[in-house]
């Protein structure tokens, strides 16, 4: 018995012996990827692949998963040669597969709709009895990229005098996960801590459904530079196999800073300016917020001074002064305004002039101006001359009339000024024609009309000598300023010689007419007086016609009672129409005179008469 004890011990410390033997030469190669990325709410696989050194009669396959709250571990899945098992009561329950993968040795775990709380390690565990175990891992990592960034900047200003950084602008990245990071830029230089210069404040939440708020505070001192710089920040999140980023909107802040340089301009008018304009001068500092300004003279409003009216008295240099509030330190800009102007035309002679004919004269004009002037002198309208002398040279009674000059300032066309003088040329009578004798022939009976125009001043008077006709009358006589013309009816009953003299202190001037009977001409008068006879009714009734328009238009026609028509004319001595009709025992004769206006006419409204007998 004792023999046959020693023998089943032998054999079975024999059998142990082969056992670990076999076991430490049979073993498992294990294939697992250190980890897999996913999206929240894909699929996920993880591969686990193995090879047995020595083919196993069996084998099992489990799947276990680390709790995040403990280190311990909980199977999700069982399975063998038999059976495949998906544990009940775990988070994976009803969410994953195990699946052979082709025709290699492993199995692929499939998660489906992954969650955040995923995100563990899975194991994978092979047992092949005596063939050899082995076991490999694999970290499910879950990625979910957060909302747009979104910045908010301080309203307030930023003085560039504080001593400490101050909080200019805060930045908020929502709902990510893994939890984003935040950078800050100035312009596209990004910004990190800096003692006394750069702090970054960040405040990391977890919600309640695993995602991940971050929210960052910027703290910059500032300086005037920062005036015109975005800001602006940066959120970098990872995703499956890459690093992402999305940038925020740029933001301005206001930065104050003191004022170091004020300007003074003149912002209207545009140009140069004159007397009566209204100026308006600004003035400005580079200063943020603008610091209230003060002008060495009145009638200013905040940044702006008005002068209106001016005259060149408001000329001179203009100063505009700030105060900083920050650093009571005080600055000044000027700007010199210039006030052009043009006094009024200054002509010698003055008013008026007389000269003789043929004599000289040379006429001035100046007007005091702080430009350059231009004058041109004009006479009825045209231009006669350029500079501010005028020459008039050996005058006659053309030279006479109003001169008027006319100033400007090229460079300002506002300025303009003029003056005028009156030059009146003295002498003898003259009369066109007078050195030759006015021949013509009529018709016996006939009335003939004569007409002489005598020029001169002093003003002439016309007289008048017919020897041949006792039957002559004088019919009209009219003076404008430089002339006087006369008109006289002559009847021809046998040849007539006529004689016209002018006469002033001055001198006599005469002119001569003869008048001889036409033997072709009978003294028949039938068609001749018929044609006058109508032509002067056409005209007295169009003068009659015109006179009564005029007054109607004026209201100066009433009808009474009988139907009769009242006229009512006023300054009946002014521009008259004359109508005057001569007849004898033989003949009906009328002759149609248009008045000629008494009022004194420049030289412009100068009219020659020389009028042939009307027949």
């Keep these: 018995w004792d023999s046959f004890r020693l023998v089943c011990w032998l054999y079975k410390i024999l059998t142990g012996v082969l056992c670990l033997l076999f076991a430490a030469w049979a073993k498992v190669d294990m294939t697992m990827e250190e980890s897999v990325e996913v999206y929240l709410g894909d699929s996920a696989g993880i591969p686990c692949q193995y090879v047995f050194s ?38 994976f329950t009803g969410r994953i597969t195990v699946s052979n993968v082709g025709d290699k040795e492993g199995v692929l775990l499939t998660i489906q709709d992954v969650q955040l709380t995923d995100e563990r390690e899975f194991f994978c565990q092979v047992n092949g009895m005596a063939a050899g175990n082995g076991e490999g891992k694999t970290h499910l990592r879950v990625f979910d990229p957060p909302m747009a960034p979104v910045i908010e900047g301080v309203h307030a200003g930023i003085s560039v005098t504080n001593e400490l950084p101050s909080k200019i602008a805060s930045c908020e990245a929502r709902n990510g996960f893994p939890r984003p990071n935040i950078t800050w830029y100035r312009g596209i230089s990004p910004l990190t801590p800096t003692h006394g210069q750069i702090n970054v404040v960040i405040l990391v939440t977890r919600e309640s459904s695993g995602f991940y708020t971050v929210q960052s505070e910027l703290q910059y001192k500032v300086a005037k530079e920062d005036k015109d710089v975005l800001f602006s920040c940066e959120v970098s999140y990872y995703v499956p196999g890459a690093v992402r980023t999305a940038e925020s909107k740029g933001i301005n802040i206001t930065v104050h800073y003191p004022t170091t340089v004020v300007e003074l301009w003149k912002e209207s008018p545009q140009g140069l300016v004159k007397e009566g304009d209204t100026v308006e001068i600004r003035c400005q500092g580079d200063g943020n917020p603008p610091p ?154 006939k009335w003939v009309n004569l007409s002489c125009e005598a020029h001169a001043h002093p003003l002439p008077t016309i007289s008048w000598t017919v020897t041949g006709s006792q039957s002559w009358r004088e019919v009209l006589t009219s003076a404008t300023e430089h002339s006087t013309i006369s008109l006289v009816s002559v009847k021809v009953t046998s040849d007539i010689t006529a004689f016209c003299n002018a006469t002033n202190e001055m001198g006599t001037e005469a002119k001569s007419f003869s008048i001889s009977i036409s033997a072709s001409k009978p003294p028949s008068e039938g068609n001749g007086v018929i044609i006058v006879v109508v032509i002067i009714c ?39 129409i004359v109508v005057e009709m001569k007849t004898d025992t033989k003949t009906e004769e009328a002759v149609l005179l248009k008045g000629v206006s008494g009022d004194k006419n420049g030289p412009s409204n100068q009219v020659t008469m020389n009028m042939k007998a009307i027949r």
């Design 54 to 91: 020595e083919q196993p009669r069996a084998f099992m396959i489990q799947w276990f998963v680390r709790n995040p709250s403990s280190s311990s571990r909980e199977r999700i899945y069982y399975g063998d040669n038999a059976q495949q098992i998906v544990d009940d009561g775990t988070d």
């Design 292 to 445: 209230p300004f003060t002008f060495n003279r009145e009638q200013a409003s905040d940044d702006t001074l008005v002068l209106r009216e001016v005259t060149r008295g408001d000329s001179g240099v203009y100063q505009c002064r700030s105060l900083d509030l920050d650093t009571y330190e005080e600055v000044m800009g000027d700007v010199q305004l210039i006030v052009h102007y043009l006094d009024p035309a200054l002509v010698v002679p003055k008013d008026s002039e007389i000269m003789f004919k043929g004599e000289s004269l040379t006429a001035t004009c100046n007007a005091l101006s702080s430009l350059e002037t231009f004058t041109v002198w004009f006479k009825n309208g045209q231009q006669v001359g350029t500079g501010h002398m005028l020459f008039l040279q050996d005058a006659t009674y053309d030279t006479a009339g109003e001169y008027v000059c006319e100033v400007t300032v090229p460079s300002l066309p506002g300025l303009h000024t003029s003056g005028s003088v009156h030059i009146i040329v003295q002498g003898a009578p003259q009369m066109k024609d007078a050195d030759r004798e006015v021949e013509m022939e009529e018709g016996a009976g």
């Design 538 to 576: 056409i005209l007295l009734l169009a003068v009659l016609a015109s006179v009564l328009y005029f007054l109607h238009k004026k209201g100066k026609i009433t009808c009474g009672r009988s139907g009769k028509q009242e006229i009512t004319k006023e300054n009946p001595n002014k521009d008259g």
